[in-house]
């Protein structure tokens, strides 16, 4: 439900462009086309405004969207929808000009337009690069992602520089949108120069590893400082940089109920930089942490709930174990790996089990790959459930599937969008 007010502040802000352009006046005579060709370069702006400031990771999107993970779904479309309205407005800008010129109208200079142009191929450009480069490790992504300020700073000055609005004037529109532009470039700034080096004020020691399963290693921290403050089923960015060691924010879930000045993931070596953290990081090496982010909690679903883990996915489920599961609710938890050695915790969550809180563990090399027609035999079908996903996107897309075609009642299904590129 909160995720709407996300969505709701996007679609107001779109809405409130275009009233207040309606009631706007150009500095000189123009088409129509190019009157409407600026409302798409505005419309543009306001979702750059939105882009940048969700890759700021303020709190505040937690709240918006219901969760940092769901914010970067939007800061995905939004990107898109951006570019196009560029290109559009370059397109149209064109087409009004030469309405213009046919009805004799007088087009001044504009040395600012080539900028436009400029802006919009560089974000043609960066974004077929960040597509092509997408299973590049997440380090070299974000990189690329940081160009993304060029062709930015390119549009803003285009725009100040070529609008037929009196831009810094103290009419609604203008205003409007020097608040939006604002808001665009400080985000974009903050994102790209400070958010690394002032986000993580949580620093940690590295007080124990242990490997739990195969090429996966916790990880447990003490508090060097300030104690951090979570709920269990947050995740949190980690960083570490050292001479021998760096490893630069990156998302995991927290895998330890909250503990008074101590801090734990559980991380698999899932690719180069995961790799380099399992085999270099070493007891008494430290480390940084960002604010706790994340609404996956149980306690805001039905009482009576099925929980899917797959693989690293166990870990919120852990946490929600340790944490003690309220005696109201009833779940069945039901955790999927490839093999023994896959399985992370599984003695632990075997202890942690209860009248209200029943584990039922699938090692898929013994028993094949968990299914809804599985877990109907734990559940009773007459009852309506909530479902907790943790896991590989093709696992849950699979079960959900199933679900809606079994004889589970279903009333929601809850999961992350662990996905930040």
Not at 34 to 39: A, N
Not at 44 to 67: C, E, M, P, Q
Not at 264 to 284: E, H, M, P, S, Y
């Amino acid at each position: 439900m909160k995720k709407r007010l996300g969505i709701g502040l996007i679609l107001s802000s779109f809405i409130i462009t275009w009233i207040l352009w309606l009631v706007s006046k150009t500095t000189r005579d123009i088409s129509v086309m190019s009157e409407y060709s600026q409302l798409i370069a505005a419309l543009a702006l306001v979702s750059f405004g939105f882009i940048n400031f969700i890759s700021t990771r303020h709190k505040i999107l937690d709240y918006l969207f219901d969760g940092l993970d769901k914010s970067y779904v939007y800061h995905k479309y939004l990107s898109i929808s951006a570019l196009i309205l560029v290109i559009i407005h370059n397109i149209t800008i064109e087409i009004g000009k030469g309405i213009e010129r046919s009805q004799g109208i007088p087009i001044p200079r504009d040395p600012y337009a080539m900028y436009g142009a400029f802006s919009m191929y560089l974000f043609i450009i960066i974004i077929l690069i960040a597509l092509l480069a997408k299973k590049l490790n997440y380090e070299r992504w974000k990189t690329i992602h940081k160009f993304m300020i060029i062709p930015y700073a390119f549009g803003i000055y285009h725009y100040y520089g070529s609008a037929t609005y009196a831009v810094f004037s103290i009419k609604p529109f203008s205003l409007w949108l020097n608040i939006i532009n604002c808001i665009g470039i400080l985000s974009i700034i903050y994102s790209i120069f400070f958010y690394e080096k002032i986000s993580f004020k949580y620093k940690f020691k590295v007080k124990k590893l242990e490997i739990v399963a195969n090429e996966t290693l916790e990880i447990t921290g003490t508090s060097l400082g300030n104690n951090i403050e979570f709920k269990p089923g947050q995740f949190a960015f980690i960083k570490i940089v050292s001479k021998d060691n760096k490893f630069l924010s990156h998302p995991f879930t927290i895998s330890q109920a909250p503990k008074n000045g101590e801090i734990q993931f559980t991380i698999k070596a899932l690719g180069d930089d995961t790799r380099v953290l399992l085999n270099n990081l070493k007891v008494n090496d430290e480390f940084a942490v960002s604010e706790p982010h994340g609404k996956f909690d149980y306690k805001t679903g039905l009482k009576n709930q099925i929980w899917i883990a797959g693989g690293i996915g166990a870990t919120p489920f852990r946490s929600f174990s340790q944490a003690k599961v309220p005696k109201d609710f009833s779940v069945d938890f039901f955790y999927a790996y490839n093999n023994e050695e896959e399985g992370a915790y599984t003695a632990e969550l075997e202890a942690l089990t209860s009248d209200n809180l029943r584990l039922h563990l699938y090692n898929a090399k013994e028993k094949g790959f968990l299914s809804a027609e599985e877990i109907c035999k734990y559940v009773n079908t007459k009852e309506n459930f909530d479902v907790y996903f943790c896991g590989p996107k093709p696992m849950r897309d699979a079960l959900i599937k199933q679900f809606k075609n079994s004889n589970i009642n279903i009333g929601n299904f809850h999961y992350e969008h662990f996905q930040f590129k």
